[in-house]
């Protein structure tokens, strides 16, 4: 069984236009992005140029309406992101933070010539934007954010930091959200603003095929055309947050179907005491419990996305998927490599490199603990965090 999804035979739950959707972009990857991503994790790179290849493939966005963007279902846009995201992390964390955070907060948020300007060039691919949320001492709590937007006149004058911000170094707009005497406000900050600049995080052991960055505002000048005028509170870029969220959601169950697809594959070649290490028991018992781990998080997101296209999708059950499947997917890569044994640590293989990148993946947009917080709060209507 070379996918593992087939013990439950989940592909059957979907359209054939969904599975046309999941085979188009797993061809692209295996072709354009699969050869080459052991070297640039190695290398602590992520090409510029495959933006643009990203925006013909149609997924910057996918799931937004008009202004170039494809308009398809969460669930196709899911899917994208668990093929994405079975190749390598960083791949479907840029295309996330392309189309859920910074698009999204345009497309949400933003005028009508915001939507114009920057919209058609993100999802072709042409530009690049990334979301200035997050702040060195303020990560799961960025209501106490340091980043201040003051009216000078009919202008607005920023001044803060940003941190551990996904394509920042190679952004040419940042969503970047600001203190002011009103609240919490998005701003659109494009690169080459007087007081703007990025320095790019280095000696990374986590997300290396992938550029984070820190965003430094130092008395930047915009106009009031570059507020987002229907931002009005810490609201708007949490709701950005959950968009995200849903991705990572199906993307992890790409993580986890991808190291468990290699321990399979290895474990029927590898022969040990005569015989392929498959045929062990306690190999078998690895093997078959991961693929019931795979299943149910499979499940368990397909559900989401069902809740999320009638609509009625609540923060909290976005908080059990992200903290359930991320769970499973790094104890599923973990339990791969060991299967692999000591050729597990190479580049040539995926599980340690899958596991490396979930563990940002299990900090970032929310750490398991949040998420647990935020169950919590639904179970007994007390917000503990607080």
Same mark, same amino acid.
């Given at each position: 069984? &070379?996918?593992?999804?087939?013990?439950?035979?989940?592909?059957?739950?979907?359209?054939?236009?969904?599975?046309?959707?999941?085979?188009?972009?797993?061809? $692209?990857?295996?072709?354009?992005?699969?050869?080459?991503?052991?070297?640039?994790?190695? &290398?602590?790179?992520?090409?510029?140029?495959?933006?643009?290849?990203?925006?013909?493939?149609?997924?910057?966005?996918?799931?937004?309406?008009?202004?170039?963007?494809?308009?398809?279902?969460?669930?196709?846009?899911?899917?994208?992101?668990?093929?994405?995201?079975?190749?390598?992390?960083?791949?479907?964390? $840029?295309?996330?933070? &392309?189309?859920?955070?910074?698009?999204?907060?345009?497309?949400?948020?933003?005028?009508?010539?915001?939507?114009?300007?920057?919209?058609?060039?993100?999802?072709?691919?042409?530009?690049?934007?990334?979301?200035?949320?997050?702040?060195?001492? $303020?990560?799961?709590?960025?209501?106490?954010?340091?980043?201040?937007?003051?009216?000078?006149?009919?202008?607005?004058?920023?001044?803060?930091?940003?941190?551990? !911000?996904?394509?920042?170094?190679?952004?040419?707009?940042?969503?970047?959200?600001?203190?002011?005497?009103?609240?919490?406000?998005?701003?659109?900050?494009?690169?080459?603003?007087?007081?703007?600049?990025? &320095?790019?995080?280095?000696?990374?052991?986590?997300?290396?095929?992938?550029?984070?960055?820190?965003? !430094?505002?130092?008395?930047?000048?915009?106009?009031?055309?570059?507020?987002?005028?229907?931002?009005?509170?810490?609201?708007?870029?949490?709701?950005?947050?959950?968009?995200?969220?849903?991705?990572?959601?199906?993307?992890?169950?790409?993580?986890?179907?991808?190291?468990?697809?290699?321990?399979?594959?290895?474990?029927?070649?590898?022969?040990?005491?005569?015989?392929?290490?498959?045929? $062990?028991?306690?190999?078998?018992?690895?093997?078959?419990?991961?693929?019931?781990?795979?299943?149910?998080?499979?499940?368990?997101?397909?559900?989401?996305?069902?809740?999320?296209?009638?609509?009625?999708?609540?923060?909290?059950?976005?908080?059990?998927?992200?903290?359930?499947?991320?769970?499973?997917?790094?104890?599923?890569?973990?339990?791969?490599?060991?299967?692999?044994?000591?050729?597990?640590?190479?580049?040539?293989?995926?599980?340690?490199?899958?596991?490396?990148?979930?563990?940002?993946?299990?900090?970032?947009?929310?750490?398991?603990?949040?998420?647990?917080?935020?169950?919590?709060?639904?179970?007994?209507?007390?917000?503990?965090?607080?």
């Amino acid at each position: 069984m &070379q996918d593992p999804l087939q013990l439950l035979d989940i592909p059957s739950l979907l359209s054939d236009e969904e599975r046309d959707i999941q085979a188009t972009v797993a061809a $692209f990857l295996s072709d354009h992005v699969r050869p080459h991503i052991g070297s640039w994790f190695e &290398q602590g790179v992520l090409p510029r140029e495959l933006a643009q290849e990203l925006g013909k493939l149609g997924v910057l966005g996918m799931h937004l309406e008009g202004y170039g963007c494809a308009g398809t279902s969460a669930l196709a846009y899911g899917l994208a992101c668990l093929e994405l995201e079975a190749v390598d992390s960083g791949i479907r964390s $840029f295309v996330s933070v &392309q189309g859920s955070l910074s698009m999204y907060s345009i497309w949400k948020y933003g005028s009508e010539e915001q939507k114009q300007e920057w919209l058609p060039r993100l999802a072709a691919g042409e530009a690049i934007g990334c979301f200035g949320l997050t702040e060195p001492d $303020f990560g799961s709590n960025p209501s106490g954010m340091r980043t201040r937007a003051v009216r000078d006149g009919s202008d607005w004058v920023l001044n803060g930091t940003k941190m551990w !911000i996904t394509n920042g170094g190679l952004a040419d707009v940042a969503t970047v959200w600001a203190q002011t005497e009103e609240g919490v406000r998005g701003f659109l900050v494009p690169r080459g603003t007087p007081g703007f600049s990025t &320095q790019d995080i280095k000696n990374k052991l986590s997300m290396r095929a992938s550029v984070t960055s820190e965003l !430094i505002l130092e008395d930047v000048r915009l106009p009031e055309s570059a507020r987002l005028p229907l931002a009005t509170s810490l609201r708007a870029p949490l709701s950005c947050l959950n968009e995200a969220r849903f991705g990572i959601v199906f993307g992890t169950v790409g993580a986890a179907r991808d190291s468990l697809q290699a321990a399979l594959n290895y474990s029927g070649t590898r022969i040990q005491f005569d015989k392929p290490i498959a045929a $062990f028991q306690l190999t078998q018992r690895k093997l078959a419990s991961m693929s019931v781990q795979v299943s149910n998080a499979m499940l368990l997101a397909l559900h989401l996305a069902k809740l999320k296209e009638a609509g009625t999708l609540k923060p909290e059950q976005i908080s059990v998927g992200k903290y359930n499947n991320v769970e499973s997917a790094i104890a599923i890569a973990r339990e791969s490599r060991t299967i692999l044994g000591a050729n597990g640590i190479s580049l040539e293989y995926s599980p340690l490199r899958h596991a490396n990148n979930l563990e940002s993946v299990l900090t970032y947009e929310g750490t398991s603990d949040i998420h647990l917080l935020s169950i919590g709060h639904a179970l007994t209507g007390i917000a503990s965090f607080r």
